[in-house]
């Protein structure tokens, strides 16, 4: 299931993305995507939480707009690349 929507971000609405893969078995498989506002460089950064990792393992990332965007064109290609493929 993919859910999006807005959170709040210390008094400011932020949006998020998730994608929750979890079944009965594997519980922990939910990748978070959440929008936030770096307060030194006033940047936006999007901050990916994987819940399937021991906490040990530090499964929280970080992004720039930048990066965000340089992930989700690499995404778009394997989507139309599919796309291709499924088409009769």
């Not at 932020?14 to 893969?21: K, P």
């Not at 939910?30 to 006033?42: A, M, P, R, S, Y």
């Not at 939480?49 to 394997?78: C, R, V």
């Amino acid at each position: 299931m993919i859910e999006k929507g807005i959170y709040d971000c210390f008094g400011t609405d932020r949006d998020f993305i998730s994608i929750d893969l979890h079944t009965a078995k594997h519980k922990n498989r939910v990748i978070d995507f959440l929008e936030g506002k770096n307060i030194v460089t006033d940047e936006y950064e999007y901050e990916v939480k994987a819940q399937w990792t021991p906490g040990q393992y530090h499964p929280n990332m970080t992004m720039t707009e930048d990066e965000l965007i340089a992930f989700f064109e690499a995404l778009s290609f394997w989507v139309e690349k599919i796309k291709v493929r499924r088409t009769p």
